[in-house]
C-alpha cells in the first residue's frame, strides 16, 4: 500500500507498533501540529502521547524498563511522527541517539544512572558537537577538557544543539589533547547534566522550520565535570563513539524525509482529485498525474533505503555506509517532494492554512543536520573505493 509503513517492515511486532503510532499520529498529531508550529510552542502534550507508547525508552534495553525495540522498528516509527510532524522525530532523535552510545560505549556505572530515568521524558538528552567554527570538519571543534585532579574543565562554545534548553544531560564533544594527530585521537565525548556549574545555555535560534523544539547555543566557562562524565571512561575514543551514534541519527533523519515526503504526496493526491482546472480534477492532467507517479516511486524507494540502513544497524555492524546512502535520498527527495506539493497545490500552497507550506519549509533541514548531503557522498565514495582495490 502507498502509504502502510508498516507493510514493508520484517518483524511483524515492529509493525504493529508503527500502526499504532500512525493510528495515533493521524488522531493527536496532524489536527495540532500546524497550531504548535506557527506558535513555534513546544508540543508538551504530545509528548506524553508519545511517552505513554514507550517511544522514549524505544531502544533502551529492557533490564533498565525500555523497550529495547530495533531500529527497523524506530525507523518506521519516525516515519510515522515525521508524517505527522518532523519536530516530533527531531525530539526523540538526540535522546535516542545518546542512550544508544550510553548503552553501547558507556561504563556500566553511566547505564546504571542514566538509563533508567531515559525511559520516560522527564529526562531527555541532547548532543552537542557544532560549534561556531566547526560543522562538517567536526574534528576542527575548539572546546577543551582539561584534566584536574579527579576532575575535568570544560571551555568552549558550541552552536545548533537541539534539545538545548529542555534537555537534562548533554553528550559533548570536546579535545582533551589539542596537538593529537590524526586529530580525532584527541577527543574525547562527556556526559554533561544540565545543573553543571559553568555550564550556560544560550540564545535559541529563530528558525526557518523545524520549529516547537528549540535549537541553542552553548557556552561552558570552566565548567567542572567529575572524570566519571568521560563517555565510556577512557580519554581519546569520542570521536569513534560519537560518529557510531550518528549513524542512528541517520537513520531518523532518512525516516524524517520519508515522513514529511509521504505527507506531502498524502495532501497532493488528495488535493489533486478535487479541485478542479479546465473544467476536470487537475489530476486528470496527465503533467499531475507523471509528478504524483514520481513522488510516490521516490517516497518508496526511500523506505526502503532507510528500513535497509536500519535493518543493518539492527545487525551490529557498522552501517555508515547505508546511512548515507538512505539519509542522502530520503531527505534529497523530501524537498522535491516538499516543492512538488507546492506546485500541485498552486497559491493555496503558500497559505499558512494549510500544512504544505510547512513541509517545505521543515524539508531543507534534513539536507543539514546530521552531516549535509555533500558530507554523505564523501561518506558513500569513501566507502565504496574500498570495493574497487586498484
Ligand atoms: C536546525 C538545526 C539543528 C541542529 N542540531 C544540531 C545538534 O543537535 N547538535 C549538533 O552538534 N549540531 C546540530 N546542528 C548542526 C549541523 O549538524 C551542522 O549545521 C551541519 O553539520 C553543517 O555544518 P555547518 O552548518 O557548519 O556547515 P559547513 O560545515 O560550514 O558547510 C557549509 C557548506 O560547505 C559544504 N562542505 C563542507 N565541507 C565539505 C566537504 N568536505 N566537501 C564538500 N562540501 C563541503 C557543506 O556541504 C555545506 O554545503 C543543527 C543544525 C541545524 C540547522
Redesign the pocket.
Known sequence: MARDFAADIQDPIAGEIVTNVGVWVDKEVKPQASEFEHADQFPEPLLQGMSDMGLFGIKIPEQYGGLDLSFECYAGVCMELARGWMSLAGIIN?HVLVGYAINEYGTQEQKDMYLPKFVKPDMRC?????EPD????AQAIKTTARRDGDDYVINGQ?M?????HRAGVYLVMTKTDTTAQPRHKGITAFLVPHETPGFIKGKK?E?LG?KGVE?TELAFEDARVPATAVLGGNEGRGFQHIMSALEVGRINVAARGVGVAQAAFDDSIRYAQHREAFGVPIFQHQAQQIRLAEMIVKIRAARLLTLDAARKKDSGVRSDLDAGIAKLYATEIANECALDAMRIHGGVAYSKELPVERYYRDAP?MI????????QK?VIARNIVKEYPI
Do not use: R
Open positions: 538526540t541532547a548532543l552537542s558537537i557544532t566547526a560543522g562538517s570538519d558550541k545548533w544543539v537541539t534539545n538545548g535560534f528558525k523545524y535549537t533541514l543539514i543536520a546530521e552531516g549535509t548531503s555533500d558530507i564523501t
